[in-house]
């Protein structure tokens, strides 16, 4: 079955403690990116990836990096969280250029920082 | 920078009515794409309709189509025979044609009266 895959589904942290929410696709889909979802925000682009160690910033990166050293995979690393970062976390993927309105969502993330 | 803007928070309607949902958007693109996703209670997103916005015609997925109007930039949503399932979060997204990101707008969530 095609999809996109996020763990955990639910973390609760403290403040400063590193953490890291996985994503994975097994579409050998070129295009990965992160949103996370606030009350009267909507959804807002984290950071994408173009293709295997190609990223780059979206709209709200502070805080947060990634890698992409497989395709598959496209993790994001908070490494020192702060109550802001409590959000609804979602990755996303595409084939890419020729079919980029094909966006395929993983699960979603809740994650509090207290 | 493109916006997409959502007036409508919260809406009620009774099952089997029919009900519009308001979309507007900013972009001085001529070549993108509009969609509506649904988001239920699982947090999932589901795609519900796309247009892209070189067609001039309407998108129709069985109960739900579009009033996409280019020059005002207007793109809403209607749901004809409404049913309890549509109960859910719907936000209205747009992408540039040589982009990969999604633009959301803040949501309305839709409650289906039995």
């Known amino acids: 079955e095609a999809q996109v895959t996020q763990n955990p589904r639910y973390l609760i942290t403290v403040t400063g403690k590193k953490l890291t929410v996985t994503c994975s696709q097994n579409?050998?889909?070129?295009?990965m990116s992160w949103y996370r979802q606030d009350p009267g925000l909507g959804l807002r682009q984290i950071y994408y990836?173009?293709?295997?160690?190609?990223?780059d910033k979206g709209d709200v990166p502070e805080g947060y990096k990634v890698s992409r050293k497989e395709k598959r995979n496209f993790p994001l690393i908070l490494e020192s969280p702060s109550p802001n970062q409590t959000s609804l976390y979602f990755c996303a993927s595409s084939l890419g250029d020729l079919t980029p309105y094909e966006q395929y969502f993983g699960p979603g993330t809740r994650l509090t920082v207290t | 920078a493109q916006t997409v803007t959502q007036s409508q928070p919260e809406m009620s309607v009774q099952e089997a009515e029919t009900v519009t949902l308001s979309c507007t958007y900013d972009?001085?693109?001529?070549?993108?794409?509009l969609f509506w996703y649904k988001q239920p209670p699982s947090r999932q997103m589901i795609l519900v309709i796309r247009?892209?916005?070189?067609?001039?015609q309407n998108a129709t997925e069985n109960r739900f189509s579009v009033n996409f109007q280019k020059a005002a930039k207007s793109f809403s949503l209607k749901i004809s025979d409404s049913q309890l399932g549509d109960t859910a979060m719907y936000f209205c997204a747009f992408m540039d044609q040589g982009a990969q990101k999604l633009v959301f707008g803040q949501g309305t969530r839709l409650t289906i009266n039995p």
């Open positions: 247009q892209e916005a070189y067609k001039q």
């Open positions: 990836s173009m293709n295997v160690e190609v990223t």
């Open positions: 579409m050998n889909h070129e295009y």
């Open positions: 972009t001085s693109e001529s070549n993108y794409y």
